[in-house]
């Protein structure tokens, strides 16, 4: 059943109200005035009986959906989607859902569906959600128009395929071949997802139950491209030119607190390049995990991750712990940091929290580095190749010690890896023998 009838008293009058669940209906039913935007209707109590009120509803339903008992229905009215924006009414942050003026026929049963899911229990993920929306965009764009039971899951495969590979930048044809292939199956998951969702409320059949997905491409060109594009020159002017830039847009806040913020943003950039260590753990990181060894010398234990969609610490990617190496030097200058934090950055421990001492979720290095990508190079489609991110210093941490003669056993335990062919699949195979390295192995021979 797709409502809820109830009776109640409003002004010492009874009243069936009967309540339509938010996926019941398309946006029909409120164009063509059947009932309003509460989801409700209410019927006097004097003038029918339950089992007539029962009937009504459902003449209301099928009045919307008139033929959809027979499955005889398109794409673009069940997987429409309309516009996440700004809820005034919320006091948490949260966005609401509104229907696409430009085009009126669509329907939003699945959409709708996430989002109450997004609104009630938290779940999906804003960012989920927002993902999810440009999954079924493309899928009604595609195939929007055509019967649900009649579509060719292997046509429209192959056309949402070429369709993402003609999209995008092609300034870095070579990694982007392979991150277009997986936004493609990520696309897909959530398509059959929502197409067998609709199949099982109206006990239709499953029509991606033969599918047969396109091939992933070679990753063997793609390894290691990101590594070997960092250079020491690239590395050192794009660092100058973000602290310069990010303490001259904090002087409107003072002076001190220029220094201070500048100086919590260059500790975070060294720790990533002395450490390689992710995004999420260097997030999650806290003051408890910064010890000295046995010989009084710095190291980190890294033993859990921030999650930023649960927003709290969890087990690792791999849940393999790993203890990172730092110089004296850094060592010194962090607790010269921990001295100088505000009392509230202090509160929770964490090393670098956001103005508010909780966990930063939004990364204030990651955002500082993009504004300076952007200032020096453009956006994405003007000078993407150029750009640096945070996950490149990882990878030149990785580059610079094999480069330098550290076993890959030891690179590998560094880097968290589970095993050491996983760093030699990303790290090796595209490195070709310097001079230098040449000379050592005559001299062995």
């Not at 490149?392 to 890959?408: E, M, N, P, Q, V």
Request: net charge positive; charged share 30%; glycine share 4%.
């Amino acid at each position: 059943m797709d409502y809820t009838i109830k009776k109640i008293n409003e002004k010492n009058k009874d009243y069936w109200r009967i309540d339509f669940r938010y996926y019941a209906y398309s946006d029909n039913l409120v164009n063509q005035g059947l009932i309003g935007r509460s989801k409700r209707v209410k019927i006097l109590a004097s003038k029918k009986n339950k089992s007539q009120v029962e009937t009504h509803a459902n003449k209301i339903i099928s009045q919307s959906n008139p033929d959809y008992d027979n499955g005889i229905f398109l794409i673009k009215e069940f997987f429409g989607v309309g516009k996440l924006v700004h809820d005034p009414q919320s006091n948490q942050g949260q966005k609401k859902l509104i229907p696409n003026d430009q085009d009126p026929s669509l329907g939003y049963w699945y959409a709708k569906t996430r989002f109450n899911d997004y609104r009630t229990f938290n779940k999906p993920s804003l960012k989920t959600l927002e993902f999810e929306f440009c999954a079924l965009k493309k899928f009604v764009e595609i195939a929007g128009h055509q019967e649900f039971d009649k579509l060719d899951v292997d046509t429209f495969a192959r056309d949402l395929y070429r369709n993402i590979q003609e999209g995008g930048f092609e300034w870095d044809e070579i990694s982007h071949k392979a991150r277009k292939y997986t936004t493609y199956k990520k696309y897909l998951t959530t398509i059959k997802m929502a197409c067998r969702k609709l199949s099982k409320k109206y006990k239709k059949r499953d029509i991606w139950e033969h599918f047969e997905p396109i091939p992933e491409p070679s990753k063997e060109e793609s390894k290691n491209s990101k590594a070997l594009r960092v250079t020491d020159e690239h590395i050192k002017y794009v660092y100058e030119a973000m602290l310069k830039q990010y303490f001259v847009g904090n002087q409107n806040r003072g002076k001190e607190i220029a220094v201070y913020r500048t100086n919590k943003i260059d500790l975070q950039w060294r720790f990533y390049s002395e450490t390689g260590c992710r995004r999420n753990e260097l997030t999650g990181l806290t003051w408890d995990k910064i010890v000295l060894d046995q010989n009084g010398l710095p190291e980190i234990k890294i033993t859990q991750q921030f999650h930023s969609v649960e927003n709290k610490l969890t087990e690792l990617k791999n849940r393999k712990k790993c203890d990172k190496i730092i110089s004296e030097q850094l060592y010194k200058d962090l607790m010269d940091y921990k001295k100088s934090m505000p009392l509230i950055e202090k509160k929770n421990n964490i090393v670098f929290p956001n103005t508010f001492g909780e966990f930063d979720k939004r990364n204030s290095l990651y955002r500082t580095l993009n504004n300076t990508n952007k200032n020096l190079f453009g956006s994405l489609s003007e000078g993407g190749d150029k750009w640096l991110r945070v996950h490149d210093i990882r990878h030149y941490f990785a580059t610079r010690l094999i480069r330098k003669g550290i076993s890959l056993a030891d690179v590998s335990q560094l880097l968290g890896h589970s095993n050491e062919q996983v760093t030699a699949s990303i790290y090796v195979q595209d490195y070709k023998l310097t001079d230098e390295s040449k000379s050592n192995v005559r001299a062995a021979l």
